[in-house]
Structure formats: structure tokens, C-alpha cells
């Protein structure tokens, strides 16, 4: 969420600190191949070891994908010589695909929130069955 809410923010930033237009930020997931985080003692064995182990964020790059031209020649970063004289480099960064990455991601983790009541609320239920 904070790297869509970083590209969200710098959808018009034409300079950033370094002087060059801002680029789109990707996370890039792995699966984690360690040890399970959360082991339920009542899940039978073969659904103890194997996949579903869940992801991990590896690394987070730039988009090197094209920057968007937009003439505007009385801007002050515009290019001032060349074919491309006018123009202005806009950030990589399409505002729909961010916002439907976030709703991506605000889906996933209420399905995840879900998922914990649950489990809490059956094993709450559990315990009641042996009062």
C-alpha cells in the first residue's frame, strides 16, 4: 500500500530531488520457502508440510516502461531542443492500475482479517464444547 500511495502522489511530479521524472514503483513477491509462520494443531499432517506458505516482498524496483509525453511547451521542465521540443515527461504511472492494485490489496488483507475470525471464533467454540 505504501508504494501505490508513493506512485499515487507522484502521479504529475515532472522533477524529483535527482533532478530526473519520476518512474513507477513495483513490488516484486516471492514465496518464502522457510518455516511456516502459523501452525494450527489441529490441521492434519499432510497439510502441514508442502506449499501455502504465503509471499514475501524481494525487492522493490522502478517500471523502466515508457514516460508519457504531454506538450506543454510553456512548462519549465519542458525538453527546450530536439524532435521532442515542447514536451513534457510525465511519471509512468496510469492512476487506474494503481488504484485497482489497491483495491487488490485491500481485498486480499480484509480475506485474510476474515479468515482469522474465523479460525478464532471456531476454536472459541471448541473450547466451549469442553466446559
Given at each position: 500500500m505504501d508504494v501505490?500511495?508513493?506512485?499515487?502522489a507522484n502521479v504529475n511530479t515532472?522533477?524529483?530531488?535527482?533532478?530526473e521524472v519520476f518512474r513507477r514503483s513495483q513490488v516484486i513477491l516471492?514465496?518464502?520457502n522457510d518455516e511456516r509462520v502459523y501452525?494450527?494443531?489441529?490441521?492434519?499432517?499432510r497439510l502441514k508440510t508442502g506449499p501455502g506458505n504465503g509471499?514475501?516482498?524481494s525487492e522493490i524496483k522502478e517500471d523502466t516502461s515508457q514516460l508519457r509525453l504531454v506538450y506543454d511547451?510553456?512548462?519549465p521542465d519542458s525538453i527546450k531542443s530536439g524532435p521532442k521540443k515542447g514536451y513534457v515527461e510525465y511519471p509512468n504511472v496510469?492512476?487506474?492500475?494503481e488504484m485497482v492494485d489497491m483495491i487488490s490489496a485491500t481485498r486480499a488483507y480484509e480475506a485474510n482479517?476474515?479468515?482469522?475470525?474465523?479460525?478464532?471464533?471456531m476454536f472459541n467454540k471448541a473450547l466451549e464444547i469442553g466446559k
Open positions: 501505490i500511495s508513493n506512485n499515487i515532472t522533477r524529483t530531488e535527482n533532478g516471492r514465496p518464502r501452525k494450527s494443531p489441529f490441521l492434519p499432517e509471499v514475501k516482498v511547451p510553456d512548462h496510469n492512476i487506474v492500475t482479517i476474515s479468515s482469522i475470525q474465523n479460525s478464532k471464533s
